[in-house]
């Protein structure tokens, strides 16, 4: 049977829209994750695919999927008309962390190849000025020695007072560093103030001045504090923890790195620990006595005073009278009738003054004898080595230096300490 052309042409155009219809329906279309890892999962499953015949088209929006993915599709499955890669839009919104990287990145490019056309001679920036250095000057070795020790007898509210002026006790300082009058000498040192009228700035003004006794002994000299004053009728000797006071080790600046339980020094300073922000939950008497301490020595001397026969007087009268009565050289009749007429003492006063003096000329004979006793107990009792090194004892009174930026003090300085300590044998 002879086919006619025409029918050829028809059914070659039948099979040609067969085939048509087949590459459609055979077709995938596969959009992968942008990670590596599905995208070599996804590989394997169209590999597959166009082994069986099927068309497999790659959706993507990451320009690097079709290189990864080429790496690994099998060569003998992969015909370039069955396996293709199309590159779509990306979709991710535009505040995306991947967007917004993409979009640096190209701007980047872009303005380093404008950068790249367009760049003329480079120009050299001009140096940065140098900030010149600031330096502090080194911290000397025992500077701080004079402030650990406390000044003993300064009223709370004046402390501060201290710090009015930078001190300077270098002369402390080279005593006990090589050389020096003091130097691998056990000292213990305290502190104490004076006020004194001197010139700051060509005014007078009355300068609360500092000073440190130092004590040459190789034991404590005292572990008491006496308390007394001229506001006081009655003196007071108690022991040095009462009044949170203590003689603690020094330490100088070069040693305070190392362990403390392995360093030995030959430095004490009497300490304080009441806390001055406690001193408002203590009771008015209690905040004076500081004010009245002062350390307590007994030397093995008796003191020049001790058969003094003055005494110091406060008559209980408004207002007070403040005077001395000699006991050997006044007499109560005719001291009382002085005072009624010189210090306008009422006449009914007369007797109950006399009485007044008698008793405190019986309390100072008392306490006179129980010195005396007590003095000569504690020499008996004392250790050899102990009475041997109070023998020898030596009292070094120190002085702030003169220096640019605080006032002179050379015409001030007095050898007097307390009434314990007396006088010091060496002025520095």
């Not at 990670?35 to 082994?51: D, P, R, S």
């Not at 000299?221 to 000797?237: L, Y």
Request: aromatic fraction near 10%.
């Amino acid at each position: 049977m002879a086919i006619s052309p025409a029918a050829t042409a028809a059914a070659t155009k039948r099979r040609e829209r067969t085939n048509m219809a087949s590459a459609v329906a055979a077709h995938v279309l596969v959009f992968p994750a942008p990670g590596q890892g599905h995208i070599n999962c996804m590989m394997h499953f169209a590999t597959g695919l166009v082994g069986a015949g099927l068309y497999v088209t790659f959706l993507y929006t990451d320009h690097s999927l079709r290189r990864r993915g080429a790496l690994v599709v099998p060569r003998p499955l992969s015909p370039p008309t069955w396996l293709r890669f199309m590159s779509i839009p990306d979709s991710l919104p535009d505040d995306h962390a991947r967007a917004m990287g993409e979009k640096r990145a190209a701007a980047a490019a872009e303005e380093e190849d404008a950068a790249t056309r367009g760049r003329g001679k480079r120009v050299k920036a001009s140096p940065k000025p140098e900030t010149e250095a600031e330096y502090f000057p080194e911290k000397r070795n025992l500077e701080d020695l004079w402030l650990s020790a406390f000044p003993v007898g300064t009223e709370w509210e004046n402390i501060d007072k201290i710090k009015e002026f930078n001190w300077n006790f270098e002369n402390l300082e080279k005593a006990l560093e090589e050389g020096g009058e003091l130097y691998e000498k056990t000292v213990y040192l305290f502190g104490s103030t004076e006020p004194q009228l001197l010139g700051v700035n060509g005014e007078s003004k009355i300068v609360l001045i500092p000073i440190v006794v130092a004590v040459d002994c190789p034991f404590p000299p005292s572990d008491k504090i006496g308390i007394n004053s001229v506001q006081r009728e009655n003196e007071e000797i108690l022991p040095m923890k009462a009044m949170k006071m203590a003689w603690v080790p020094y330490f100088p600046l070069e040693d305070r790195l190392s362990r403390i339980d392995s360093l030995k020094t030959k430095i004490f300073t009497l300490g304080c620990t009441q806390r001055r922000s406690a001193l408002r939950h203590l009771k008015t008497e209690r905040v004076k006595l500081f004010d009245y301490c002062m350390p307590y020595y007994m030397p093995l001397n008796p003191p020049e005073n001790e058969d003094d026969t003055v005494i110091n007087i406060l008559y209980p009268f408004e207002p007070p009278i403040f005077c001395e009565f000699n006991w050997e050289m006044d007499d109560y009749e005719d001291f009382a009738d002085e005072k009624v007429k010189e210090e306008g003492l009422p006449e009914d006063e007369r007797e109950k003054m006399k009485e007044f003096l008698k008793e405190k000329v019986r309390e100072r004979k008392r306490e006179l004898k129980q010195a005396k006793e007590a003095r000569k107990k504690a020499i008996d009792d004392m250790d050899p080595k102990i009475k041997e090194a109070f023998e020898n004892i030596q009292f070094y009174k120190f002085y702030p230096v003169k220096t640019l930026d605080t006032p002179d003090v050379s015409n001030v300085k007095a050898r007097y300490i307390n009434r314990y300590y007396r006088n010091a044998h060496h002025l520095m």
